[in-house]
């Protein structure tokens, strides 16, 4: 990863594992079904709560799908909402609050990735859903009191 934190410079693999960390894991899939349906209630209150706001809009899950509520992805239209994707994500850090530009860059954009393969067409919806994908706070024992900070403050900025 670049120094940036968002840029992929080489391919490879970190894949050690220590002690501690393989406990956790395995108290975590103990509890698969548990951590995803509380992760996917806040997603749901997310929702509820940003829903209405102009130019926000979420990723759509198929009906004859699921999904394991890994991030909580908005998406910003910037002709639409007060802010675009850049504006709110610094806002919110100017504030305290984490988030990540998400698929982004882009990875037929990415360092690492440039001359491997052959990208086809100009992937014009994928440069977009890049540009506009901001991945908000989000974890299985997060408080409803921090959501709800998260959730007022991004409806105060954009509403």
Do not use: C
């Amino acid at each position: 990863m670049a120094a940036d934190g968002e840029d992929m410079e080489w391919i490879g693999l970190s894949a050690r594992m220590s002690e501690l960390h393989a406990a956790v894991g395995r108290w975590a899939v103990e509890r698969t079904d548990e951590l995803v349906r509380r992760r996917r209630e806040l997603i749901a209150e997310f929702v509820r709560r940003l829903g209405g706001l102009a130019g926000v809009s979420f990723q759509r899950v198929p009906a004859h799908s699921e999904t394991s509520g890994n991030y909580m992805v908005v998406l910003l239209d910037g002709a639409r909402a007060r802010l675009d994707r850049d504006g709110l994500y610094a806002e919110l850090k100017e504030r305290g609050i984490q988030t990540k530009r998400y698929f982004y860059p882009p990875v037929h954009r990415q360092t690492a990735y440039r001359g491997v393969g052959r990208v086809s067409g100009d992937l014009r919806v994928t440069g977009e859903t890049s540009a506009r994908s901001l991945a908000l706070p989000l974890y299985t024992h997060m408080k409803l009191d921090v959501l709800e900070e998260v959730a007022r403050t991004i409806a105060e900025l954009l509403g």
